[in-house]
């Protein structure tokens, strides 16, 4: 699934350092490193390439870039894998070995915008390390040991089943129907990539992409794969990530993702509030539905804050495209995610203003489905299948915006997707008996 193979970029290693060789096949084609591939056993523990590699790439008004690999040691980070992606404006920094998540993005103070400054996009998770899937149990406290490295701006929750921990049904090996104990969020953001490679494109806008594949795969499960590309253009303050999610499988499969987006201050603060459009917007739970009015608002960190988590059916425009947006007190920074509702249905916020040591953050996430566990979704309807052989395609792009002018803009065209008035639910729904 990786096409763009044409021009081959030896890569030396020597003493846990890497340098760049060029070989040119006179194809024309775009510049491609591979970082990790198991097919071959190649790994490069460290590594950096930058504009000055690549001249052909890199017309001289063009703003700096770089990508380097890093791993890091000690504690339960020992053997994580880290690529940072900066060009120019973003430093967007990725796990490997985590699935593929983004730890954090941060937005620099660029002269040629204006009113801009500089902004980190993540939160302060009370998890410091990057840890490493091996040290993780996602079956500790009831199914919650997904949380024990939950830390990440970007998570993907996924691929077989995503949501609340509980009971749900599965045919085992001998064809019958049995009970399992489902984990949270699933297993994809644990899971480290098989293979790994860096593209620059040759051709203009010359766009740097980080692709990565991740399997989930078993005998008698699921055969799922996720073939990953994070990419941005060289001075542009926008990312964008694309995913297509393959069934190896003889017979179909169920899957569930959900793209677990995560913001702490400084972009979240007291009178922060989120932007959407949409066609209804319900409390998942009893306790979220005593604020329903206030969903689109935010508070300072309290402390012994219960999570309240919001179901939203978003508009799109003709094309299918929607948007949603997080923004600060002063309405002068934000920043946004632009998707399809016809690959990701479904948004969902999770609001979290809890003491800062509890870990102060909001999400916001696109998906196939929400939250629930897996066998509630099935009820609903909201788990899709693939066929064998089947693929599915997500396309997600993610804005950072300073400035007033910038950010009233982009709330103005997210707001002419509500032509008419949504309906905010003030219960709960109602969920299928165990």
């Not at 040759?202 to 766009?207: F, Y």
């Not at 017979?251 to 959900?258: C, G, K, P, R, V």
């Not at 509030?273 to 960190?301: C, G, L, W």
């Not at 299918?320 to 946004?336: F, K």
Request: hydrophobic share 35%.
């Amino acid at each position: 699934m990786f096409h763009r193979f044409h021009f081959v970029l030896a890569v030396l290693a020597c003493s846990g350092a890497a340098t760049v060789g060029l070989a040119q096949d006179n194809s024309g084609g775009d510049h491609v490193i591979v970082l990790t591939d198991t097919e071959t056993n190649t790994r490069t523990e460290n590594f950096r390439i930058t504009s000055k590699d690549f001249a052909d790439v890199s017309p001289q008004n063009s703003p700096a870039w770089l990508v380097e690999k890093t791993t890091l040691h000690g504690g339960k980070q020992e053997g994580c894998e880290l690529v940072t992606i900066d060009n120019g404006v973003l430093e967007i920094v990725v796990v490997p070995t985590r699935g593929m998540s983004v730890l954090r993005v941060t937005k620099k103070a660029n002269s040629n915008e204006p009113d801009s400054t500089a902004m980190r996009f993540g939160w302060d998770s009370p998890v410091k390390e990057v840890v490493h899937p091996q040290y993780i149990n996602l079956e500790s406290r009831g199914g919650l040991g997904w949380l024990e490295g939950f830390n990440e701006w970007m998570v993907r929750c996924g691929l077989e089943y995503a949501g609340h921990p509980g009971k749900d049904v599965f045919t085992n090996n001998v064809g019958d129907k049995v009970e399992m104990d489902l984990t949270l969020h699933g297993k994809i953001g644990n899971i480290p990539a098989s293979k790994v490679t860096v593209t620059v494109d040759r051709e203009a806008p010359h766009r740097i992409r980080l692709q990565g594949i991740v399997n989930e795969r078993m005998f008698y499960g699921p055969k799922l794969e996720l073939i990953t590309e994070i990419s941005t253009v060289p001075g542009e303050s926008t990312l964008r990530i694309t995913d297509t999610l393959v069934n190896h499988g003889a017979d179909e499969q169920e899957f569930q993702l959900i793209y677990h987006t995560n913001f702490g201050t400084p972009l979240l603060e007291k009178n922060a509030r989120t932007v959407v459009a949409a066609e209804k917007i319900e409390p998942m739970n009893d306790n979220a539905a005593k604020s329903i009015d206030h969903f689109a608002s935010y508070q300072a960190p309290t402390k012994g804050f219960i999570e309240e988590v919001y179901l939203v059916y978003p508009i799109a425009d003709a094309s299918g495209r929607t948007q949603a947006m997080l923004v600060n007190a002063a309405g002068d920074q934000a920043a946004s995610i632009a998707w399809n509702t016809s690959q990701l249905p479904y948004l969902t916020i999770w609001k979290n203003t809890a003491a800062e040591a509890d870990g102060y953050v909001t999400g916001i996430e696109p998906g196939t489905g929400f939250p629930f566990n897996r066998n509630i979704e099935r009820h609903f309807g909201r788990v899709p299948k693939l066929a064998p052989g089947q693929s599915r395609r997500f396309e997600l792009d993610y804005g950072f915006h300073s400035g007033a002018e910038a950010v009233n803009k982009l709330e103005a065209e997210i707001r002419t997707l509500q032509t008419a008035p949504g309906v905010l639910e003030e219960k709960s729904p109602t969920l299928p008996s165990p």
